[in-house]
T-cell receptor
Framework: ETGVTQTPRHLVMGMTNKKSLKCEQHLGHNAMYWYKQSAKKPLELMFVYNFKEQTENNSVPSRFSPECPNSSHLFLHLHTLQPEDSALYLC??????????????FGQGTRLTVV | TQLLEQSPQFLSIQEGENLTVYCNSSSVFSSLQWYRQEPGEGPVLLVTVVTGGEVKKLKRLTFQFGDARKDSSLHITAAQPGDTGLYLCGRGGVNDYKLSFGAGTTVTVRA
């Protein structure tokens, strides 16, 4: 238990569907992240929120839409996805930064399959 | 973009053997983190190294930060099947909360 909870754990959706991924952290952190993990590829940073403000959008297609209503919750809204978007989507949180750098705490991920 | 290169990509060993995995960059790190990820789970933080030349131990795992803070290694002594997983190195600078990761080393320890 890392203090970061993601739901759902598994999601199968059609290319015309709209769905949302949810992330909640109970660590009092003020930065939250979405990562995409595909087979045989490094973790890809998608979005960063710091104190509820989006501070990074790593050239992510608009079919992925993040939302951060408060420092404890992060959503990823999905619509008209493509099969190549199938991956493990990981949420993480951290203190924005400390003198020892940034340590991330990850959720268990949502395994997304687009059919 | 400051890339983190990890090697080897895959490592398969017998229980009881030792192993070392590496994380390298052409840039200086202010700090570096090591994570382990088991199949179907998110990465879990193992350790943070900050000072050049630093050595940290976590049971059978030994983490070393290079003197120039451009590289790091993870050594596992007497590996066990429970050590199986994807080992990731990651960095986030003191003034940079964007975390970036290497591609990871997949370690398989056979019983």
């Amino acid at each position: 238990e890392t203090g970061v909870t993601q739901t759902p754990r598994h999601l199968v959706m059609g290319m015309t569907n709209k769905k949302s991924l949810k992330c909640e952290q109970h660590l009092g952190h003020n930065a939250m992240y979405w990562y995409k993990q595909s087979a045989k590829k490094p973790l890809e940073l998608m979005f960063v929120y710091n104190f509820k403000e989006q501070t990074e959008n790593n050239s992510v297609p608009s079919r992925f839409s993040p939302e951060c209503p408060n420092s404890s919750h992060l959503f990823l809204h999905l619509h008209t996805l493509q099969p190549e978007d199938s991956a493990l989507y990981l949420c993480a949180s951290s203190q924005a930064w400390t003198t020892s750098g940034t340590e991330a705490f990850f959720g268990q991920g949502t395994r997304l399959t687009v059919v | 973009t400051q890339l983190l290169e990890q090697s080897p990509q895959f490592l398969s060993i017998q229980e009881g053997e030792n192993l070392t995995v590496y994380c390298n960059s052409s840039s200086v790190f202010s700090s570096l983190q090591w994570y382990r990820q088991e199949p179907g789970e998110g990465p879990v933080l193992l350790v943070t190294v900050v000072t050049g030349g630093e050595v940290k131990k976590l049971k059978r795992l030994t983490f070393q930060f290079g003197d120039a803070r451009k590289d790091s290694s993870l050594h596992i002594t007497a590996a066990q099947p429970g050590d199986t997983g994807l080992y990731l190195c990651g960095r986030g600078g003191v003034n940079d909360y964007k975390l970036s990761f290497g591609a990871g080393t997949t370690v398989t320890v056979r019983a």
